[in-house]
């Protein structure tokens, strides 16, 4: 079985700082790795993914990920924030291909508050 | 386009009684899914359908909890004799294939009382 573990549970963040939220998951086999944004008061939105190929994946509002292998992770990453990056992200994994491949296991996601 | 539809947005009913939810997935997504998530937690898998057919509902937590898709589109989450436990927000996913990424709805939020 899978499972998705985000390591932190809110991050208070200034406008312009950096952003780095931590995602390992626990899974023997390939897969495929998400991440998605909930702003308030809307739904969840898919924010980049990773498939196979280039390890570093650039996703909407200059978010980027990058897959380590070796470290089961799947960090997300800003350069710097803005106040609209207020949200709660989540990131989710599935396996690459076979049984019950379509499943997605979501970590128990970390909200974000950039103060302005 | 249009994205993935849910209704109603929220659904509050009482201990005992019996509910529906419905969501419309995005036009030429095979693939449908039902997640369920609690207050604090991320979206948990119940059901996942391939056309008109529940292809894997291993995640339903109990017989009380039951989905239809009859037209391969339009997909129905029942549940019957609800429990304050079922309070959560229903959410739904749709993808081209399994194979690609799922688009989510905005949710149905149940509340039992």
């Known amino acids: 079985a899978q499972s998705v573990s985000q390591h932190n549970h809110h991050v208070i963040l200034s406008e312009a700082a950096s952003l780095e939220l931590g995602c390992n998951y626990s899974?023997?086999?390939?897969?495929?790795l998400f991440w998605y944004v909930q702003y308030p008061g809307q739904h969840l939105q898919l924010l980049l993914k990773?498939?196979?190929?280039?390890?570093l994946v650039k996703g909407i509002k200059g978010f980027e990920a990058e897959f380590i292998k070796s470290k089961f992770s799947f960090n997300l990453r800003k350069p710097s924030v803005q106040w609209s990056d207020t949200a709660e992200y989540f990131c989710?994994?599935?396996?690459?291909?076979?049984?019950?491949?379509?499943?997605?296991?979501f970590g128990k996601g970390t909200k974000l508050s950039v103060i302005p | 386009g249009a994205g993935v539809s849910q209704t109603p947005s929220n659904k509050v009913t009482e201990k005992g009684k019996y509910v529906e939810l419905r969501c419309d997935p995005i036009s030429g997504h095979t693939a449908l899914y039902w997640y369920r998530q609690s207050l604090g937690q991320g979206p948990e898998f119940l059901i996942y359908f391939q056309g008109t057919g529940a292809a894997d509902d291993s995640g339903l937590p109990n017989d009380r909890f039951f989905a239809v898709r009859p037209e391969g589109s339009v997909s129905t989450l029942k549940i019957q004799r609800t429990e304050r436990g079922d309070s959560a927000v229903y959410l739904c996913?749709?993808?081209?294939?399994?194979?690609?990424?799922?688009?989510f709805g905005p949710g149905t939020r149940l509340t039992v009382t």
């Open positions: 990773y498939f196979s190929g280039d390890p």
């Open positions: 899974y023997g086999g390939t897969v495929n």
């Open positions: 989710a994994v599935n396996a690459h291909s076979g049984a019950g491949s379509y499943q997605l296991t």
């Open positions: 996913a749709s993808s081209l294939t399994r194979f690609n990424e799922q688009y």
